[in-house]
């Protein structure tokens, strides 16, 4: 009830700087390294395609990105995988 | 000691000729001798936003070139002891002046002057590298949206790569009620992203617009929000620790009053965030 007389007496919560947040946090990496999304897009599946040879790899949870630290950017990644392929492991490495 | 500040931001629009015009004033009401350069060349804006734009005869092109001395080129503010213009040419280009002119000049200036302001152009290009040529330190200003604080980031790092030591921030244009509901960037989602010490908050106020329309910056208002925001900024500028922000919160609205009488609201929690009379983490660095 509260939530409702605040939309209409306060307006819309749309919380709309968090994406202005996150747009930001992403723009300006790729401004500092110099990287277009399409870029950073291919070079994102370039290293999953070499993780899949050696893993299979759960493709909704994959997380690849470019991070600003306190030394500069780092690129962060978190690839969740389902199980390592022995075999092909073994030939690889 | 005298020191030249510049005023910047890489994007337009943001402030920084207001920004500029106000700690002017903002100085010279603490007493201080101040010089407020505008280096926007071809697009000069600060004469008139100090409403002295009948009073030019000689620009800073005339002063490089030796057409003219420098004290003749500088024009007097009547309403404060103390502050004077150094106009832009308005018929010449930025080529018309070199990165070692305006440290020559600034050097100059330095020795009459306790504070140099420059008002900077948008850009990154030549009149950004004149106008840091001369400067001990920078200003940035930003607005709290996604362009505006891009440009600062661009920015900061050109300063830092020109060994301008620690730039700080104003956050210009803070409007409290969409902070509030989440749909402005707030001070502690602009510093954490730029990683810069903040010397100030300016609300969004129709003063400014008002003041513009004047010539007559609201840093001479006693009772301005926005001229109190700016003369804090000064008293900042000058060395002053303990200085608390304005405080940015609007005022109480009738539903407010009456969500907090059902007990369903704070006491303007934000209101005392805003303006806790502790000095907040920039301003730590900014006193020493």
């Known amino acids: 009830m509260i939530n409702l007389l605040d939309r209409f007496f306060v307006g819309r919560h749309t919380g709309s700087k968090d994406d202005a947040k996150s747009r930001l946090k992403i723009l300006l990496v790729h401004?500092?390294?110099?990287?277009?999304?399409?870029?950073?897009?291919?070079?994102?599946?370039?290293i999953l395609a070499v993780i899949a040879r050696y893993a299979e790899i759960e493709p909704t949870k994959v997380d690849l990105r470019l991070e600003r630290g306190d030394d500069g950017v780092n690129l962060v990644s978190s690839v969740a995988v389902r199980r390592v392929n022995a075999r092909l492991a073994a030939v690889g490495g | 000691m005298s020191e030249c500040i510049v005023i910047t931001s890489g994007k337009g629009g943001v402030g920084k000729t207001t920004s500029t015009a106000n700690l002017g004033?903002?100085?010279?009401?603490?007493?201080?001798?101040?010089?407020v350069v505008d280096a926007?060349?071809?697009?000069?804006?600060?004469?008139?936003?100090?409403g002295l734009e009948n009073r030019i005869v000689y620009d800073l092109v005339h002063?490089?070139?030796?057409?003219?001395?420098?004290?003749?080129?500088?024009?007097?503010?009547k309403r404060v002891d103390g502050l004077y213009l150094l106009p832009a040419a308005q018929t010449r280009d930025k080529n018309a002046v070199s990165p070692e002119n305006m440290r020559d000049l600034v050097k100059q200036m330095k020795e009459e002057?306790?504070?140099v302001l420059i008002d900077c152009p948008a850009g990154i290009e030549q009149g950004f590298k004149?106008?840091?040529?001369?400067?001990?330190?920078?200003?940035?200003?930003?607005?709290?949206?996604?362009?505006?604080?891009?440009?600062?980031?661009?920015?900061?790092?050109?300063?830092?790569?020109?060994?301008l030591p620690e730039p700080m921030l104003i956050v210009n244009?803070?409007?409290?009620?969409?902070?509030?509901?989440?749909?402005?960037?707030?001070?502690?989602?602009?510093?954490?992203?730029?990683?810069?010490p903040l010397i100030g908050m300016v609300p969004d106020h129709e003063d400014v617009i008002i003041t513009a329309n004047r010539g007559y910056p609201a840093a001479f208002d006693e009772k301005s929000v926005v001229g109190e925001a700016y003369r804090r900024i000064a008293r900042r500028i000058t060395g002053e620790t303990d200085v608390p922000f304005v405080a940015t919160e609007e005022p109480e609205t009738m539903w407010g009053a009456v969500k907090r009488w059902m007990g369903f609201a704070?006491?303007?929690?934000?209101a005392k965030a805003q303006d806790g009379g502790k000095p907040q983490d920039g301003l730590k660095e900014v006193a020493s």
């Open chain 2, 63 to 77: 002063v490089i070139e030796g057409e003219c001395k420098l004290r003749q080129a500088l024009i007097k503010d």
């Open chain 1, 31 to 46: 401004d500092q390294v110099d990287l277009t999304p399409s870029q950073m897009d291919a070079m994102r599946a370039e």
């Open chain 2, 266 to 270: 704070p006491v303007q929690a934000g």
């Open chain 2, 25 to 35: 004033v903002a100085l010279a009401l603490m007493g201080k001798k101040v010089a």
């Open chain 2, 113 to 115: 002057f306790d504070y």
């Open chain 2, 130 to 163: 004149n106008s840091i040529a001369g400067a001990d330190r920078a200003i940035i200003v930003t607005t709290p949206e996604v362009s505006a604080i891009r440009d600062a980031d661009r920015i900061i790092g050109l300063c830092e790569a020109a060994e």
């Open chain 2, 40 to 50: 926007d060349i071809g697009l000069r804006n600060l004469d008139v936003i100090l």
């Open chain 2, 173 to 196: 244009r803070f409007r409290a009620k969409l902070v509030k509901r989440g749909d402005m960037l707030n001070k502690e989602d602009i510093l954490e992203i730029l990683a810069i």
